[in-house]
């Protein structure tokens, strides 16, 4: 079974800074799609920004970009001159598709918790 | 806003009873995942309907049963309710999930609370 680990439940950045989220996750797989996710306290989850495992380009979404290490199967969150409105939960998620099948489930990580501060 | 709407949004139960969630999905989604997000917890997969079946499901018991209409909208039914039932469901809908685009979009949640 996938698992993703986040290994930082809260994180703190200034306004205007920069700040990255660490995600890991563990898999047999070869093709598979990493998300990460953004839940602001109105709890409504939002999509940052997406990575195919098969790309090597790291994805870029404006102020948002990631840093996709396929052989070590990490997968972090880079935030630049970060505003207030990126206070939130972020998921990291993996999404394989099911073998024989053709659906696929997100697997989440524990989440992290980031405060932008004024 | 993702397009995807969910009802209600809150709602109080207590052990023993039965609850129906609703989502609506994204315009031309046809594919429907639910979630259950435990409080501080990242989402866990229910099940997913893809074209009116269940194409895939979760570690839940067969007291979580679902639905998913012509129209792709869909239904999450928990019989039995326990008190870790209590938590907020997620909706998420995708255009086909083995398209090209297989981004979840989610909707807003219900919060259900069982006493």
């Known amino acids: 079974a996938q698992t993703v680990t986040q290994s930082q439940p809260e994180m703190s950045v200034q306004e205007a800074e920069t700040v990255t989220l660490s995600c890991t996750y563990d898999t047999s797989e070869n093709n598979y799609y990493l998300f990460w996710y953004k839940q602001p306290p109105s709890r409504q989850m939002i999509l940052v920004i997406r990575?195919?495992?098969?790309?090597?380009q790291n994805a870029t979404e404006n102020r948002f970009s990631v840093n996709f290490q396929k052989a070590a199967k990490s997968f972090s969150l880079k935030i630049s001159d970060s505003q207030l409105g990126d206070t939130a939960m972020y998921f990291c998620a993996f999404m394989k598709l099911a073998p024989g099948t053709s659906y696929g489930k997100l697997t989440f990580g524990q989440g992290t918790i980031l405060t932008v501060h004024p | 806003e993702t397009g995807v709407t969910q009802s209600p949004t809150h709602l109080i139960k207590t052990r023993g009873q039965q609850v129906t969630l609703r989502c609506s999905s994204q315009s031309g989604h046809n594919t429907v995942s639910w979630y259950q997000q435990a409080l501080g917890q990242g989402p866990q997969f229910i099940f997913q309907?893809?074209?009116?079946?269940?194409?895939g499901r979760g570690n839940f018991p067969p007291r979580f049963s679902g639905l998913q209409f012509p129209n792709y909208s869909s239904e999450l039914n928990v019989n039995a309710l326990e008190l870790d039932d209590s938590a907020l469901y997620l909706c998420?809908?995708?255009?086909?999930?083995?398209?090209?685009?297989?981004?979840?979009?989610f909707g807003p949640g219900t919060r259900l609370l069982v006493l």
């Open positions: 990575q195919e495992a098969y790309k090597q």
């Open positions: 998420a809908s995708s255009l086909g999930v083995a398209g090209l685009n297989k981004t979840q979009y």
């Open positions: 309907y893809y074209r009116e079946e269940e194409n």
